[in-house]
């Protein structure tokens, strides 16, 4: 069974770093094939990916904020940490991060419960 | 990027209707498209992937269909359960992109 856990900080200031890591159950982010991936939503918005990294240490980003964001690996911890530098009360939102796998299609198949990060001015 | 664009962004539906989302992408995606369910506060569920193969434990009253640029996400008979917000995703390419959701609201 795969489960997935975000955990971070709830409150950040403008211009700080927000760091938040995904915990994850029942995979190996070391496999072929395997991915995890960052998605955010701000409240009353849709979602929006920012980033994967990939078994391989493939990384990917979303290029309107690729200068901001660093996504790293640590396979001993069960852990995908995503940072997103110079926050703005704009980046407020829901963080999630998501199992992304080759048995469906490199779709989202399994998320964690979100985390909701506010930013203030 | 490739652009996912959705219709409509809202529709309102009776109990036991046939309801059917559209999703268009800015260029051929192959079969390489998802869709998802979120119902406040919760996180999105994955119902289908690959176009039209449905995920583990998704009532087979939810189908998908389509390939290229064009697709279809439709319920058979909605359920009270059902409403919610529907998105479209493809994963093509990177950066991975949704649609701008439809949330599909009691009549």
């Known amino acids: 069974q795969i489960t997935l856990k975000e955990s971070g900080p709830t409150l950040v200031k403008s211009t700080q770093t927000l760091t938040l890591t995904c915990t994850f159950t029942?995979?190996?982010?070391?496999?072929?094939?395997?991915?995890v991936g960052w998605i955010r939503q701000p409240p009353g918005k849709a979602l929006e990916w920012l980033a994967l990294i990939y078994w391989d240490d493939d990384k990917r980003y979303s290029p309107s904020l690729k200068n901001r964001l660093t996504i790293t690996k640590d396979s001993s911890k069960n852990q995908v940490v995503i940072t997103v530098a110079n926050m703005d009360p704009v980046d407020t939102a829901t963080y999630y991060c998501?199992?992304?796998?080759?048995?469906?299609?490199?779709?989202?198949?399994?998320w964690g419960q979100g985390t909701l990060v506010t930013v203030s001015s | 990027d490739i652009q996912m664009t959705q219709s409509p962004s809202s529709l309102s539906a009776y109990v036991g209707d046939r309801v059917t989302i559209t999703c268009r992408a800015s260029?051929?995606?192959?079969?390489?498209l998802n869709w998802y369910q979120q119902k406040p506060g919760k996180a999105p569920k994955l119902l289908i992937y690959a176009a039209s193969s449905l995920q583990s434990g998704v009532p087979s009253r939810f189908s998908g269909s389509g390939s290229g640029t064009d697709f279809a996400l439709s319920i058979s008979s909605l359920q009270p359960e059902d409403f919610a917000t529907y998105y479209c995703q493809q994963s093509y390419d990177t950066p991975r992109t949704f649609g701008q959701g439809t949330k599909v609201e009691m009549k």
């Open positions: 260029q051929s995606i192959n079969s390489y």
């Open positions: 998501a199992h992304s796998g080759i048995n469906t299609s490199y779709s989202f198949d399994h």
């Open positions: 029942g995979f190996s982010v070391s496999t072929s094939g395997v991915g």
